[in-house]
């Protein structure tokens, strides 16, 4: 038998168990949906988990990077689910930025700087960058330990490196004679870009073309623009209990172009 009151709240709409499932998945879809958009349209978040830009960006750095500053390839979506070729709108890269993009041999993302534009020559010798056949501007600035992601540490000298655009920044270097501190000349192709680490004796960057190499404009998933958070020994963030004394806060929610 059923209850009369019971009938009556079912007919005025009360909420049932049923509906409220419903209106949870229905909940989780719109929040999943809107943030697969502003992953693939606006910003997207990377970790740093190696010591290959350190000082400016360390090991446990966690940065967004603009999507729509160089617009949209394949690379941009989520398993590159939509089967494009070239780019949409955006501009190209720029000397001295630090760009996020996918090497062409590799099935992972890398995070190194803007270097060498197509048709550039680049070389380095003496573990000075030559640009087009020009020694780029270096000046000694300081030292200090690096630390790498396996933990060992050695004494580094730091630079400050001024492109041909104006473009400055920090680079640091073991010595002026280690394995890429001399090279051939790298002509960059049409439509390609020379990419390298500001770490540069711990950095496999554009100039090892068998690893990394001339990365194609296609192949830039976004800029990287600021560190919205940091933590000391690559310490998984979900581990909020070990965030006293490893969260870096002088690190967060600042430009990595500082």
Do not use: C
């Not at 190209?92 to 041999?105: K, N």
């Amino acid at each position: 038998m059923t209850d009369k009151s019971d009938s009556k709240l079912k007919a005025k709409g009360q909420p049932t168990v049923k509906n409220e499932i419903w209106e949870t998945v229905v909940v989780l879809l719109q929040a999943l949906l809107i943030a697969l958009v502003f992953r693939s349209f606006l910003f997207q978040p990377f970790s740093i988990p190696t010591a290959s830009l350190q000082s400016n960006l360390l090991i446990g750095d966690y940065i967004l990077t603009s999507k729509y500053t160089y617009g949209y390839s394949k690379y941009s979506f989520p398993f590159e689910i939509i089967p494009m070729s070239g780019r949409l709108f955006g501009r190209a890269p720029e000397q001295g930025e630090i760009a996020v993009f996918r090497p062409v041999p590799q099935s992972v993302d890398y995070v190194k700087r803007v270097v060498g534009l197509p048709g550039d020559t680049v070389q380095m010798k003496n573990g000075v960058l030559h640009i087009n056949g020009t020694a780029v501007k270096k000046e000694r600035v300081g030292t200090l330990i690096d630390t790498d992601s396996y933990g060992v540490s050695i004494p580094v000298i730091q630079y400050r490196e001024t492109l041909p655009n104006g473009s400055s920044y920090i680079v640091q270097e073991i010595s002026d004679n280690q394995a890429l501190d001399n090279t051939a000349e790298y002509k960059v192709p049409a439509g390609h870009y020379f990419m390298m680490g500001d770490n540069r004796d711990r950095s496999a960057d554009s100039r090892v073309l068998r690893s990394v190499g001339y990365v194609p404009l296609e192949n830039f998933i976004g800029k990287a623009e600021v560190r919205f958070f940091s933590i000391k020994d690559n310490i998984n963030p979900w581990q909020i209990w070990r965030w006293p004394g490893n969260v870096r806060l002088d690190r967060m929610f600042q430009s990595v172009y500082q």
